[in-house]
């Protein structure tokens, strides 16, 4: 990739990696006092590990790892650790153990594992990466926005270029350029050394399959039983990743148009789900022409978006909606005011659970706002070859227009990586040839991770894997949404090491 214009690219022509000094022994001790656990009676432990900043210079400096673990509530049953990642890239991962018991990982799971959750590189309470984004920096979100026309494409990329200059200027740059998912697959393996274990387990959401699907290639014989949730059908993310919101919004909204009509009555969305398609538009439009307490029809598409993450935050949509049809301006600054970012991200686990793609995650704490955006920027940036020129992307944003006209034209729109400083790094590649380790879970209309991604994962694994999709709405599926069939199949492999025979398919419920 070169860089967007004005921004040189900076090579990079030392060795990929070098021999990583083993870490010190993690010592367990408290956790920082905002490492607030999910629900009792879950306890968590926190530790510090060291990893090298640059892995090509393995002996030089060195960076933070916060970790956090629950341990194994039966250390007799007690078989090694379980890496868990929520997704992102961006966001805390230190209480997703807990979030996961609080919403009934079973106990076998917890006696099996001690479960190892962390702020990885460049977040939270690990060595934190920030750009310097502020309330006033027009990027105000992880996925770009919708442009209508060419001139909105146009006008975005002026933006993007301005805000990937305010990265290569940062104090942090040095730190940016060494964010990418290779790096942070070595950060798992020095973790799992630094607690003495020979191998681990794995279970990530979202992007955090990516993360999975990388530490398995580079780290085969390390890498036990590994478990891929809401896939996005790669080892990283790539603009065609982005670009799967489209259709995943296009599967997945059916589901609310079912769901509002048949409450027609109370919230006037229309009484068949081809009328409540037909009101996004017309609100969406509407809100373009003439913005309601701070929200354009950008914002509304973003904040319908996220909601989606998870059906028990339908009511959010469909209020959001009665106060724009209402003109009901300060409902709808509560609901997604212009102090409440349209932030959304691709934090599985996190965005499933607030159902809201991280629209109330830490929005009141600019410095975990500036942190989650930089972070989730820099990995796609360093991790992907993105197309600088601009045209390119008024061709893609016309083409997923027309394919997807309810959110196809975020996706594919110009991101601040088309004028990213650093080259990108060399990707791990997914063999067919291992051990038989890999379960693949899906649900079968997901907004962010739609069902194609799992089946690109169970192709590009082979035999070694096996897929389960879920009859389900919503982004996250093992524990995160109630499937019997789900949870049994997965509980299943992480405790027995049994794949099933063949692919499974589990019925809603």
């Known amino acids: 990739m070169s860089a967007g214009a004005g ?40 530790a510090t590990v060291q990893v090298p900043l640059d892995y090509a210079r393995p002996d030089g400096e060195q960076i933070d790892l916060m ?11 007690r078989r090694g650790i379980l890496l868990l990642n929520p997704g992102g890239p961006s966001g805390s991962g230190l209480t997703l153990s807990t979030l996961l018991a609080s919403k009934g990982l079973p106990k076998s799971v917890r006696d099996a594992y001690d479960l190892i959750a962390m702020d990885t590189r460049g977040i939270g309470h690990s060595t934190a990466a920030h750009c310097g ?60 050394a630094a607690l003495g274990e020979e191998k681990a387990s794995y279970l990530g959401y ?17 890498a036990d039983r590994v478990v891929l949730d809401s896939n996005i059908g790669d080892t990283h993310l790539s603009q065609d990743v982005i670009r799967l919101f489209g259709p995943g919004m296009e599967e997945t909204f059916p589901d609310f148009a079912r769901w509002a009509a048949e409450r027609h009555g109370s919230y006037g969305l229309g009484r068949t789900p081809a009328r409540v398609r037909a009101t996004f538009f017309e609100l969406a439009e509407r809100l373009d022409e003439r913005p309601l307490a701070g929200v354009d029809g950008v914002i509304f598409r973003m904040g319908t978006f996220g909601y989606l993450y998870s059906p028990g935050q339908y009511p959010r949509i469909a209020e959001l909606w009665e106060a724009v049809l209402e003109d009901d301006g300060a409902a709808v600054a509560g609901r997604l005011g212009p102090d409440v970012p ?34 989730f920027l820099a990995v796609s940036c360093n991790d ?38 650093y080259e990108p790094v060399e990707q791990a590649e997914i063999s067919r040839e291992g051990k038989r380790n890999i379960l693949i879970v899906q649900n079968e209309r997901d ?36 499937n019997a069939c789900a949870l049994e199949v997965t509980t299943t492999f992480l405790v027995q090491g049994t794949l099933p025979k063949r692919d499974v398919s589990c019925r809603a419920g």
């Open 342 to 375: 349209a932030r959304t991200v691709m934090d599985g686990a996190a965005g499933a659970a607030a159902g809201s793609a991280d629209l109330a995650d830490d929005t009141d704490e600019p410095w975990a706002f500036d942190n989650a955006l930089t972070v």
């Open 67 to 77: 970790i956090s673990r629950m341990a194994s509530t039966d250390p007799e049953r």
């Open 384 to 421: 992907s070859d993105w197309a600088e020129d601009v045209q390119h992307y008024k061709d893609t944003v016309a083409a997923d227009r027309a394919a997807y006209p309810m959110f196809g034209a975020a996706g594919a729109n110009i991101t601040p990586c088309a004028s990213w400083p």
């Open 447 to 482: 907004p962010a991770t739609p069902l194609r991604g799992g089946r690109l994962a169970r192709e590009a694994f082979g035999d070694r894997s096996r897929l389960v999709t879920v009859d389900n709405s919503g982004h996250g599926a093992y524990v995160l949404h109630d």
């Open 133 to 192: 984004f502020t309330a006033d920096t027009p990027h105000f979100g992880n996925l770009p926005p919708f442009a209508v026309d060419e001139a909105a494409v146009d006008a975005q990329a002026e933006i993007v270029e301005g805000v990937a200059r305010t990265c290569a200027s940062s104090p942090d740059a040095d730190l940016l350029r060494q964010l990418n998912t290779p790096n942070i697959a070595r950060d798992l393996d020095q973790v799992r």
């Open 7 to 46: 921004l040189p690219a900076v090579a990079d022509d030392r060795p990929a990696t070098a021999q990583a000094p083993v870490p010190a022994p993690a010592e367990w001790g408290e956790c920082p006092a905002d490492v607030v656990v999910e629900a009792l009676p879950y306890e968590l432990d926190c």
């Open 206 to 222: 979202s992007y955090g399959s990516g993360l999975g699907a990388t530490y398995d290639a580079m780290f085969p014989e390390r």
